[in-house]
DNA sequence: GCCAGCTAGTTGAGGATGTCAAGGTTCCAC
DNA sequence: GTGGAACCTTGACATCCTCAACTAGCTGGC
């Protein structure tokens, strides 16, 4: 639980104000693109989730997107209507393994590069304050 | 619009990822912090967006939550129908302006307190830290 | 061995968000 | 005036999300 600072000093605001603006509009531009590979962004998330190497059950996926069970029956179903993903059954046979396809494995590369790709207002950036950015939030997520 | 840098160097791509997370925590513990007010995102971004002296227009409040005009009719109605928002005729008679109301503006408060507030490790960050940030993502946005 | 209770996943109901197409009012330019 | 444009709403449909109830399968204690 992130809990949130209600009072925090004016230039952690403004830090803070600077980089939700930042997080929407790569959220929109995100979302646009995916528009093209006909996916929603829970679809990618979860596309991203499912490593080639490592199938994950249903109920894991449901833990690392944050949702309950039922909600990831709905989301692997679409998934699996366009030949992206496979259900299995696992050694429980109560346990449903979810494997990527072909066509999964090669949509879930774009997928993570589209993911993985700063915006330009990060790219462009002088390399300098680049590796200040990344050393600062290395050391902000490190609590 | 915001275009990706596919091919971005290493330390952009390492500061996107963490700002990446930083903002999907956040995103949560946002998103339980608003369950509380029962408030939806979408509904507390509309909120935010309504101050208190300048009321909006139905379509200038779809373009600036990025969505059709149909789909703010339905926002709007739930929140009209929890007496936090009226619809008053403008001169225009086609336009229906959007107004807080005392209990909406009291909420409005609350909630841009809330999307205002650092995470905790924003907020941790030794001053320096935070100044540096401040600056280079104002750096990063100014293009 | 057997059964009570737990776990995994699905189903169905219901709500919010989002798109699109169609329609009603109102305005404005000609 | 009248035709077209602008603004909003409505209805149909899809997705996402939760909750409650259900089925199938596993497991531990007797």
Chains 1, 2 share one sequence.
Do not use: Y
């Not at 979302?31 to 679809?43: G, I, K, P, S, Y």
């Amino acid at each position: 639980m992130t809990s949130l600072a209600t009072s925090a000093p004016p230039v952690a605001r403004e830090a803070w104000k600077l980089l939700f603006e930042l997080a929407r509009t790569k959220h929109r531009s995100l979302t646009a693109a995916l528009v093209e590979l006909e996916l929603t962004a829970v679809q990618a998330h979860a596309l991203r989730l499912l490593e080639p190497e490592r199938p994950l059950a249903m109920s894991e996926l449901a833990d690392v997107l944050h949702c309950h069970a039922s909600n990831v029956t709905g989301i692997v179903d679409r998934l699996e209507a366009r030949g992206l993903v496979e259900r299995r059954a696992g050694r429980d046979r109560r346990v449903k393994t979810l494997a990527l396809t072909k066509d999964g494995g090669r949509l879930r590369e774009r997928v993570v590069e589209l993911l993985a790709a700063p915006p330009l207002e990060i790219a462009g950036l002088p390399a300098a304050d680049q590796r200040a950015l990344r050393d600062i939030l290395a050391r902000a997520l490190q609590r």
